[in-house]
């Protein structure tokens, strides 16, 4: 009678786990062919947006939400195309659409240094900034106007620099003579017989000798030389090159007319003419008796 009721008590498991077991696998079936239709509907809303978003067909007419909504496509409106990429597509920039004379008038506001800079930072800016005509306005800006008319052989970038260059020497001639140093006199002047100066006594030296000494006898003065050049104006060829100026030792007595030659030997200009009108006789006493 026990055994009986122990064989019936591992029956009765038995039959429960197997019961249990079958209803997991028929539950277990039921979602597996439920679940394509789900994964279906959640697919429909995702391929909206791909759809929208690939297709190239003018009837796509909603968009959804993030939250699964619809709503109707605008018209999308034109976006503007930046600089950069306008430069990419057409081959041109702002710089070279503006017309010529714009640009010509919009470089002649630089000075020498920041024009010689802005060639130095691309190319379409080194095109622009060794611009003839540029160099031209800048030419006629920092010198003369006196020079209109003539064309440089090597274009009036390279004019100008050479004119720069003479200019800056004439300058070093007058700091020469504020210094009153002759070595530095004997190595500006050309050492050749043709040189000549004419000092504001009128007297004439011909030759590199007696022109250094007539320099000589200048510097020994007591009383240095305060005076101011205005009116610079420079000519330069390939060789040879003249700068004219008027120097005022004194504002109220009237200036001297001052002409210098240069000409250029070994990589380097020299003078080899010096030539100042004479002095009135009130300019020469003040000299004299300082």
């Known amino acids: 009678m026990e055994i009986s009721c122990v064989v019936s008590e591992q029956f009765l498991v038995a039959v429960t786990v197997t019961a249990l077991c079958f209803l997991l696998a028929l539950f277990s079936l039921l979602r597996s062919f439920s679940l394509p239709s789900s994964l279906k509907k959640f697919r429909k809303h995702c391929d909206c947006a791909s759809s929208v978003s690939n297709s190239d067909s003018a009837s796509a007419s909603a968009v959804p939400y993030l939250n699964g909504g619809g709503a109707e496509m605008l018209e999308p409106s034109p976006v503007p195309t930046p600089a950069a990429l306008t430069e990419r597509r057409t081959g041109s920039s702002m710089m070279e659409e503006l017309v010529p004379e714009i640009t010509t008038h919009a470089l002649s506001y630089l000075d020498y240094p920041s024009l010689c800079r802005l060639s130095m930072t691309n190319s379409l800016m080194r ?164």
Request: proline share 2%; aromatic share 14%; charged share 20%.
């Open 127 to 290: 095109r622009a900034a060794n611009d003839d005509n540029a160099w031209k306005a800048l030419y006629h800006k920092d010198f003369t106007l006196e020079q209109d008319s003539i064309t440089p052989i090597n274009g009036w970038k390279a004019y100008y620099a050479a004119t720069r260059a003479i200019v800056n020497i004439n300058t070093e001639f007058f700091n020469i003579v504020r210094d009153k140093s002759t070595p530095a006199m004997s190595h500006f002047w050309l050492n050749a017989d043709y040189v000549k100066c004419i000092h504001a006594s009128g007297e004439l030296f011909s030759g590199y000798n007696a022109v250094m000494q007539s320099w000589q006898l200048i510097f020994n003065w007591e009383q240095g030389l305060n005076f101011q050049v205005r009116d610079v104006r420079a000519r330069v060829l390939t060789d040879m090159a003249w700068v004219t100026m008027r120097t005022y030792v004194d504002m109220d007595t009237g200036p001297f007319n001052v002409s210098n030659v240069f000409e250029f030997h070994n990589g380097r200009w020299y003078m080899v003419h010096h030539h100042s009108s004479v002095m009135n006789g009130e300019v020469e006493q003040q000299i004299v008796h300082g």
